[in-house]
T-cell receptor
Framework: KAGVTQTPRYLIKTRGQQVTLSCSPI?????VSWYQQTPGQGLQFLFE???????NKGNFPGRFSGRQFSNSRSEMNVSTLELGDSALYLC???????????????FGAGSRLTVL | AQKVTQAQTEISVVEKEDVTLDCVYE???????LFWYKQPPSGELVFLIR??????QNEISGRYSWNFQKSTSSFNFTITASQVVDSAVYFC????????????FGAGTTVTVRA
């Protein structure tokens, strides 16, 4: 069974640019969550999608957005990049049913974004 | 306010020693889940164990064991007879009933196992 796939694995952007990251969940998983990991702030929840609907959102500015497609694949976009957006962006998938915590999140290897 | 606190930043042990990682959490929900994840250098978070708030029974799974105490809001994790492959960053996380599918992570504890 294939795991959670994130692309690209590494990317370098400059301030002001925008970036799109992709996440393909485990087959059959309908929930996709995104997390940002930085040395200073640690792991922080960005948002979660289920059946193409955003169900929960973390405390991030509107420059961070996401979407989910009918095949459960998800993308997140960061516009007008800032130096502080440099981070490892992790995607996780689960079945998405059964209530909070009932499903274990399976994480991908992440997309490491460097903003210069 | 920090919901999950991992007071230990780094732990270094010699192979075959036991390692205990501390985790203290804070929540007002009566229904919640606690997790431990491992992050090796490759980057992905690997699920280790999960416990719900209604089950305080402590268990052992292979070389892993955990001690969940609601009275002290602690969820400690022990690796018995550590191996070099256990070297990683370990995260404790909390999922609360009022915030579906959102995990609050601790800052992580870096474990280094020396041969």
């Amino acid at each position: 069974k294939a795991g959670v796939t994130q692309t690209p694995r590494y990317l370098i952007k400059t301030r002001g640019q925008q970036v799109t990251l992709s996440c393909s969940p485990i087959s059959g998983h309908r929930s996709v969550s995104w997390y940002q990991q930085t040395p200073g702030q640690g792991l922080q929840f960005l948002f979660e999608y289920f059946s193409e609907t955003q169900r929960n959102k973390g405390n991030f500015p509107g420059r961070f957005s996401g979407r989910q497609f009918s095949n459960s694949r998800s993308e997140m976009n960061v516009s007008t990049l800032e130096l502080g957006d440099s981070a490892l962006y992790l995607c996780a998938s689960s079945t998405g049913q059964g209530g909070s915590g009932a499903n274990v999140l399976t994480f991908g290897a992440g997309s490491r974004l460097t903003v210069l | 306010a920090q919901k999950v606190t991992q007071a230990q930043t780094e732990i270094s042990v010699v192979e075959k020693e036991d390692v205990t990682l501390d985790c203290v959490y804070e929540t007002r929900d009566t229904t919640y889940y606690l997790f431990w994840y491992k992050q090796p250098p490759s980057g992905e978070l690997v699920f280790l164990i999960r416990r719900n708030s209604f089950d305080e029974q402590n268990e052992i799974s292979g070389r892993y064991s955990w001690n969940f105490q609601k009275s002290t809001s602690s969820f400690n994790f022990t690796i018995t007879a550590s191996q070099v492959v256990d070297s990683a960053v370990y995260f404790c996380a909390l999922s609360e009933g009022s915030n579906d599918y959102k995990l609050s992570f601790g800052a992580g504890t870096t474990v280094t196992v020396r041969a």
